[in-house]
């Protein structure tokens, strides 16, 4: 089995059409098609199932895939490494980052790392916490960066805390909580809670911190996105607790008012992981660097 019957099986396996694919792959159909029926001889198991004009991955395909994606991204890893091990001008800085900190806290160190080098090709994939481990299982991607409240399977993944991240109650400038020079958990009581969906990280983390302060939890509206969230404080939906970080222009603005709430704090880690048995490329430690020398 070699390297191009693996890309050949990939791209079919992307769109599902011997033609398509062959396009793709700028060679003819026959030729997908004998590279394709090569590789189930080699494994001995059927890689798709064709039903009428439709094909469709077998088990067997869907569970090769993975496999199969490893495989590639891990030689094109290889060559961009081994390049740049002599030139820092050459590949790309290819890794995934949560919704709050690809948005607002990294593109100022994209900033300063593109200023650096300017000849590496930056690819930042923003996504949800469930893909990201995805993307990093069949390395897609080099490393991660998001919220330490993320489960990862630390035998098998590096994770290095760089930046402590305070999460805040925010309120419309018109809310009467917005007058308080603080306020308590009970005055939340009748809110209603701005807050992402069930099972995402920062749900989880407040969730468990109310718990941990005998809170009993508001009413909640569901939003996704946190500059969804912040639309819905701005238009008087709610209250929420969010990354400070994210509001500061909203602040300056006057557009949003930042409430303290006694005797409470919500603190969370902001980390980068990748894979211990992995080889860091020259690009990706020179953008690690600059994190723990910025924030340290």
């Known amino acids: 089995m070699n390297v191009n019957k693996l890309q050949t099986f990939i791209t079919l396996s992307e769109c599902l059409n011997f033609t398509e694919a062959a396009e793709r792959l700028y060679c003819s159909q026959p030729s997908v098609s004998m590279q394709i029926q090569s590789m189930e001889d080699d494994l001995g198991v059927p890689l798709f199932d064709r039903i009428g004009k439709k094909l469709y991955l077998t088990k067997q395909g869907e569970h090769f895939k993975p496999y199969a994606e490893q495989i590639i991204n891990l030689l094109h890893s290889a060559k961009d490494h081994i390049r740049q091990l002599e030139d820092l001008s050459y590949g790309t800085l290819s890794f995934g980052a949560s919704n709050f900190v690809g948005v607002y806290l990294l593109p100022k160190i994209l900033r300063e790392y593109s200023k650096k080098f300017p ?138 008012v930042k409430v303290p709430i006694k005797g409470v704090n919500f603190h969370r880690g902001i980390c980068y992981i990748y894979h211990r048995s992995k080889h860091l490329s020259p690009a990706a430690k020179q953008f690690i660097s600059l994190l723990d020398n910025h924030y340290s």
């Open 119 to 256: 000849d590496i090709k930056i690819n930042m994939n923003i996504t949800t916490s469930h893909h990201l481990n995805h993307m990093l299982e069949s390395n897609k991607v080099e490393f991660l960066v998001l919220s330490d409240r993320v489960m990862i399977d630390e035998s098998r993944f590096q994770r290095t805390t760089f930046y402590q991240d305070e999460l805040v109650l925010i309120v419309n400038p018109s809310h009467p909580l917005a007058h308080k020079k603080e306020c308590t958990l009970e005055d939340l009581v009748n809110e209603t809670l701005i807050i992402k969906p069930d099972k995402s990280a920062t749900r989880i983390f407040l969730e468990e911190k109310f718990k941990e302060y005998g809170f009993s939890s508001p009413k909640y509206l569901e939003i996704s996105n946190l500059e969804g969230i912040k639309q819905g404080v701005i238009h008087e939906l709610g209250v929420s607790i969010v990354s400070n970080f994210a509001i500061q222009q909203e602040i300056k603005n006057g557009i949003l």
